[in-house]
């Protein structure tokens, strides 16, 4: 089954019926859009409707891509950030093997790592 990409360009918006301000997504290439007072809020309903701006059925598979327009923030800022992010948490997974080879526990590792307790999931034995 071939998997299909969709685009979603963010913006912060002052929402007309309320006044406040609200995440706004709109798919480029495609009709939708969306908006959430967060961004969790923001994604869910991307997920939501992600289907039905491509004309697909639920089980075909579409993986989404974010492209962040706030001011004052250049798009390839938050990229560069992901990319060394990514490469990080893989070297933490790396690493945690290892200390976990040599007997620490994952609350040691995070500690020795300086991992947040919210990232712990790094540390974790893989499945």
Do not use: N
Not at 9 to 17: E, G, I, N, P, W
Request: glycine share 6%.
């Amino acid at each position: 089954m071939t998997a299909h990409r969709l685009t979603f360009k963010v913006t912060r918006s002052r929402a007309l019926d309320t006044g406040e301000d609200v995440w706004v997504a709109l798919a480029v290439g495609a009709p939708g859009s969306v908006s959430g007072e967060s961004l969790a809020e923001l994604v869910e309903e991307v997920e939501a409707v992600k289907h039905f701006c491509l004309g697909l059925p639920k089980e075909t598979p579409v993986s989404v891509e974010y492209v962040y327009e706030l001011p004052g923030l250049p798009q390839d800022v938050l990229t560069s950030y992901r990319r060394e992010r990514a490469h990080l948490d893989e070297s933490a997974r790396a690493i945690a093997v290892r200390l976990r080879e040599a007997g620490l526990s994952e609350r040691d590792s995070a500690m020795l790592l300086d991992v947040p307790e919210s990232r712990t999931d790094l540390l974790e034995r893989s499945a």
